[in-house]
């Protein structure tokens, strides 16, 4: 199994920057791909971003041209670079990680964009 640790989330201003960091441990071999999901208050969980073995990034329209994803593996670290922040960006971030045909889903780390 694969255990997913999220953190970096806090209350920003919008149009400010954050890093978000997901530290994988256990069975990581077993890991094909990573990526971050979020939801947003009252709404269902979307997909934010997605780095696949190839290390080829996918992201959101919504999120294009503002948010890196890149993965650290000396640091089994994943991590989400978020710039020009805006308020529909609030939501609970969770860092995601399919291993064949089960999904590994961290606690979840909240982003609060504030105008």
């Known amino acids: 199994q694969v255990q997913l640790v999220e953190s970096g989330g806090a209350m920003v201003q919008a149009g400010g920057s954050l890093r978000l960091s997901c530290v994988a441990s256990g069975n990581i071999f077993s890991i094909n791909s990573m990526g971050w999901y979020r939801q947003p208050p009252g709404k269902q969980r979307e997909l934010v971003a997605i780095?696949?073995?190839?290390?080829?990034?996918n992201y959101a329209d919504s999120v294009k041209g503002r948010f890196t994803i890149s993965r650290d593996t000396a640091k089994n670290t994943l991590y989400l670079q978020m710039y020009s922040l805006k308020r529909e960006d609030t939501a609970v971030y969770y860092c995601n990680a399919k291993t064949g045909p089960l999904d590994a889903w961290g606690q979840g780390t909240l982003v609060t964009v504030s105008s």
């Open positions: 780095l696949g073995s190839g290390a080829t990034a």
